[in-house]
């Protein structure tokens, strides 16, 4: 299984990004896919997911800014990211996990750093 995420980079508060998250080695369609992101100094939290189905959950500090899709044909997931915050400067990550109740213990990709800053 392989994670490889893109389109971090450097922003401005109020900014917007797109990160990438192209899959392999999964069976990209069957599996829910979530975003997670770790700051400096702190856990890892989850940021979103999306279901094989198409359903969505954002954590609180996020909801009505990010936005999380799937492209089965091309099995990547998305997260569009509006109105960036300086809080939002992280390392972020996806990982598969079950619909029902995900683990999100396949190995970690390297992620793509986020830096929200003036």
């Known amino acids: 299984v392989q994670f490889v995420e893109s389109g971090g980079g450097l922003v401005q508060p109020g900014g917007s990004l797109r990160l990438s998250c192209a899959t392999s080695?999964?069976?990209?369609?069957?599996?829910?896919m979530g975003w997670f992101r770790q700051a400096p100094g702190k856990q890892r939290e989850m940021v979103a997911f999306?279901?094989?189905?198409?359903?969505?959950n954002y954590v609180e500090s996020v909801k009505g800014r990010f936005t999380i899709s799937r492209d089965n044909e091309q099995n990547t997931v998305y997260l569009q990211m509006n109105s960036l915050k300086v809080e939002d400067t992280a390392v972020y990550f996806c990982?598969?996990?079950?619909?029902?109740?995900?683990?999100?213990?396949?190995?970690w990709g390297q992620g793509t750093q986020v830096t929200v800053s003036s």
């Open positions: 990982n598969a996990g079950d619909n029902l109740r995900p683990r999100w213990d396949f190995p």
């Open positions: 080695g999964i069976a990209f369609k069957i599996y829910a």
């Open positions: 999306i279901t094989s189905g198409g359903l969505t």
